[in-house]
């Protein structure tokens, strides 16, 4: 097997002059390619890249996490784009010690990263000036968020499902891209006091007493309806079953942590604190 990517990257060790086969890998990343006008460069993206839609014609390297280099190879790329959470990390240590430049971006789910991701991507593609234009637009769109924010007094308690495992629920803590919309939207994560994703107790559901329950638009055998939702022993006696608060988005649109951050956020705030119907 080795044998195998010493051919692979000896066979690409000779520099190429411009980069105009790109492998991006990561959802955001791919929009901010296209968000920069420069998506005619792309060879290659990884299976989290469906937005826009065209993205999906491109040959697929596989799931982010689960990369291998001949994968990444065979498209013969001269540039990789790869959120730092791709893996795994024996494939980035080949990648890293092959000729073709690998380029890591911060994953962070922050505003700053956000504006940051697009910089990179921006310079790497020669594209700085369309990369300030989309800056400052996304300058504008997080100003206009945090106004709107800024006058939500008491923050809904929102618990993020990632799924359901046998009547479990898997649930979002802190240190989460879930934690990190939501708190941007101006809600409160309903479960801030452990790190990352969690299988819940029944107790410590009920005792949360979340708002509003929020999940992605997915199908699945770890999907939920709002029937199974009602009938769970614990989610059933939630404030936000009870209130029939359950919220779906897109699991890019919401997580993605792309260009389109604000506007998801937005929306996301929107349906939190819905504005009151006009009378008359």
Known sequence: MMLRYTLLLAALAT?????????VVGGGLAEIVYALG?????????TTASFPPAVEALPDVGYMRALS?????????????ASEGSGPSETVQIMQAAAVPFVQVTEDP??????ERVKTVARHLDAVQAGDALVAQLEAEFAALSEATGAVTTPKRVMFVLSAQGGRINAAGRDTGASAMIELAGGAN???????????????????????ILMMDRGGDHALSDAEILAHPALGLTPAA??????????IYLLGFGPRTAEAAQDLHRALYPAPQQEG
């Open 242 to 251: 009870e209130n029939a608060a359950v919220l779906r988005m897109n699991g």
């Open 38 to 46: 420069q998506d005619h460069r792309l060879v290659g993206r990884d």
């Open 190 to 212: 309903a479960f801030d006091d452990f790190a990352g994703y969690r299988l819940l107790s029944d107790e410590a559901i009920t005792a949360a007493a979340p708002d509003v």
């Open 15 to 23: 520099p190429l002059s411009a980069q105009d086969r790109v492998v």
């Open 110 to 115: 922050s505003p700053s990263a956000v504006l």
């Open 69 to 81: 280099p001949e994968g990444l190879l065979a498209l013969d790329p001269d540039l990789i784009l």
